[in-house]
């Protein structure tokens, strides 16, 4: 095709402009690959004091595999400190009867929460006060470690010079759902950020953490008021990161799926909800980049489907061009494959990449529609709208 054949057509244009789109997602995930390192092995030669924070909640299902695992470190200075959360399962008994077998478990009781603050965030707060740690690691009641991550964790925050440590935990999947829509967080960080950037640049805009793992130097996280400081965020992770780089502390993203997994969720309705907690938030509750997100979404992974099908059965343009679309779908697959083997996810699930994209706009228009007309977002019997305080 001509140069001019091809500047008059705006179909072939469009399809060329995806294809870029698509390939610059591509860069970012194959320098992500090289930079998102698994952590350091071995004990480090200074053992500090180090607090292991747990916020629960209702969390019968799963407290006691994560205490077990906490209790259990190789790590010889540590002490493990639990809230309960006004839990109304069977979270308190269990906590009670696993303090009377570990000496290092320490259980407290959470109080009422206070107006303007998220309820992981309060509980994360009163864990800080009555920590004793130079370190202090905040994880998620629904994760399990390995004996040797406390000292590998240490030994990484250490050697990196970081003054804040977050993981990728390894995600145990297990129904169709959850395989098709938890992958989407390794998705949108892997290809979208470059991840060197949250350690390397002071830019605020390059923040991710994940709350299920974050270690942190106990005077960088009272330099920056600790949790207080990010009282009414949803996604406190990523606004921790925010804050830390504000006060001239580096963040390091390390890749944890060889020491510590988690089970968010356990079916479609979890995952929805969960997600759609987070997601509008996580864009500080602008509507105009949640949509133009949505729109790059489907118009990079889902509308190359339809396209496809239409070739099919439409005019000679869409014909003459139909490899472009396959190109798109292609190359997008290719990039779940390699994130599934990053992060040892099952990369059938590859396959279903259309369907993943689908659900996360889903997934996006209900996180506002929860804010616009449900009253805010809900989880674990709280609701919370604080986006008319951004």
């Not at 979890?270 to 509750?285: I, Q």
Request: net charge positive; proline share 3%.
């Amino acid at each position: 095709m001509t140069i001019e054949a091809l500047l008059a057509s705006p179909f072939l244009l469009y399809q060329l402009f995806i294809l870029a789109c698509l390939l610059v997602f591509f860069g970012i995930l194959l320098f992500n690959l090289v930079d998102v390192k698994l952590m350091m092995h071995g004990m480090p030669s200074a053992t500090p004091f180090v607090s292991v924070l747990v916020p629960a909640r209702n969390e019968e299902r799963s407290i006691e595999a994560c205490v077990r695992s906490l209790c259990t470190q190789s790590y010889p200075n540590f002490e493990v400190i639990v809230l309960n959360d006004h839990s109304l399962d069977q979270t308190g008994e269990i906590l009670l009867r696993l303090q009377s077998e570990f000496p290092m478990l320490r259980v407290v009781s959470g109080k009422a929460l206070p107006h303007g603050w998220v309820g992981k965030c309060w509980a994360c707060f009163q864990l800080s006060q009555v920590a004793k740690g130079k370190f202090l690691l905040f994880t998620d009641a629904d994760t399990i470690h390995n004996a040797d991550t406390l000292q590998r964790a240490v030994l990484s925050l250490e050697r990196t010079r970081a003054d804040m440590l977050s993981l990728v935990p390894f995600q145990t999947l297990g129904s169709f759902w959850e395989q098709v829509i938890v992958p989407l967080v390794h998705f949108l960080i892997m290809c979208f950020l470059p991840m060197r950037m949250i350690w390397k640049s002071r830019n605020t805009a390059f923040s991710f953490a994940n709350g299920q793992f974050i270690l942190f130097r106990r005077t960088m996280y009272e330099q920056i008021g600790g949790h207080e400081a990010v009282k009414s965020n949803i996604v406190e992770d990523v606004w921790l990161v925010k804050a830390t780089k504000r006060a001239g502390g580096k963040v390091m993203v390390m890749n944890g799926i060889d020491a510590v997994r988690c089970r968010m969720y356990h079916n479609l309705s979890e995952a929805f909800r969960g997600f759609s907690k987070n997601l509008f938030a996580g864009l500080g509750y602008h509507a105009l980049a949640m949509l133009s997100v949505c729109v790059v979404m489907f118009l990079c992974f889902v509308l190359p489907f339809f396209v496809v099908l239409m070739s099919i059965f439409s005019s000679a343009i869409l014909l003459e061009n139909f490899w472009l679309p396959l190109v798109q779908i292609g190359l997008a697959v290719l990039m779940r494959f390699l994130i599934a083997f990053k992060f040892r996810l099952n990369p059938f699930y590859a396959l279903l990449h259309g369907l993943s994209i689908v659900m996360f706009i889903a997934i996006a228009f209900n996180s506002m529609r929860w804010i616009y007309f449900g009253g805010g977002a809900e989880w674990k019997g709280r609701r919370y709208d604080f986006s008319k305080a951004l």
